[in-house]
């Protein structure tokens, strides 16, 4: 979906216009992708909009920073407030919200020494990102994730992402919405930019983290909301074959919200349609962003904004 500009990007404590957020083509993120970044809703309510998850959004943001030695130099209240700020700024909701921080112009080589860092805010619209309203298909990828002892799968950083480049590219030029990558051990992974979930009759099974998977923020969600409704959740490794015999999958991310998978290496998983647990999981989560159901976990971050309509796909 191609980008829609807003008057406003965060930069470094100030708002700046959009068009003059430009980064020297020397900076040491271009060359060596050192860069952390995160992606957060901001959803439309019945009495406005809110932010979903915020705070734990950013403190990825400083927990991946602090994993790659990167200091941003601002607390979590006041990336918190950054956010809140661009956004009623801006006066977009519902919306996407990018926060990136960065190694910028200074130094040449690996050695990031000398170089600052910068970090933006930047929101927009944006729509459904896994494409398939009927659900997902999807195959698995020839592309494995990197090694734990390679890449710190736990930080969300920019270089880790060449990675999904080639998961996603793979997938559509062979003509499937996504690709779901194994880890170095053949296990099941996660998909380039979502957690993957596998429901087997009443339980539901995914990755743990030591499978080189992003610890998810919208997974943490579909886990408590999946406790409290009494369904079993089991995070264990996970074999490839076990998509195939499958009840019910589906992907999990702040831009895949909650996407059920309707075919995996063409096979269809079950009869092909969203199952029931999917469904009521969906139902949950849709609710507690939208504002049809409470919130009970206090997830929901209140911005002065009139939200328009959701955007469309």
């Not at 398939?132 to 710190?152: E, H, K």
């Amino acid at each position: 979906m191609p980008i829609q500009t807003t008057a406003n990007i965060w930069h470094n404590g100030k708002l700046i216009p959009w068009e003059k957020a430009q980064v020297h083509v020397m900076s040491h993120v271009l060359h060596y992708g050192s860069s952390v970044f995160e992606g957060l809703r901001c959803y439309k309510q019945p009495e406005g909009a809110a932010i979903f998850r915020l705070s734990d959004h950013m403190q990825r943001l400083l927990d991946s920073a602090r994993i790659y030695r990167m200091d941003l130099g601002y607390t979590l209240e006041q990336l918190n407030a950054a956010v809140i700020e661009l956004i009623e700024a801006n006066g977009v909701a519902p919306c996407y919200v990018r926060p990136i921080s960065f190694r910028g112009y200074g130094e040449v080589g690996v050695n990031p020494k000398g170089c600052p860092v910068e970090t933006y805010i930047v929101n927009y619209p944006w729509g459904k990102y896994v494409p398939g309203d009927a659900g997902a298909d999807v195959c698995i990828s020839s592309w494995n994730r990197p090694a734990p002892n390679t890449m710190p799968s736990m930080a969300k950083a920019g270089g880790n992402y060449l990675n999904s480049q080639l998961i996603r590219m793979e997938a559509d030029l062979n003509g499937y919405s996504e690709g779901i990558a194994l880890d170095v051990n053949g296990y099941l992974s996660e998909g380039s930019g979502e957690n993957l979930f596998v429901v087997r009759g009443s339980t539901i099974y995914t990755t743990p983290l030591a499978n080189s998977v992003l610890s998810g923020i919208t997974r943490d969600s579909v886990l408590t909301l999946a406790r409290h409704l009494g369904i079993t959740v089991i995070e264990q490794p996970l074999p490839r074959e076990i998509l195939y015999i499958a009840d019910e999958v589906f992907f999990t991310g702040t831009a895949a919200e909650v996407t059920p998978i309707r075919s995996i290496d063409r096979i269809l998983v079950k009869d092909g349609n969203t199952g029931p647990i999917t469904h009521q999981l969906a139902e949950e989560f849709f609710g507690i962003v939208n504002g049809s159901r409470p919130d009970r976990y206090n997830w929901l971050t209140p911005v002065n904004v009139q939200a328009a309509e959701p955007v469309g796909a």
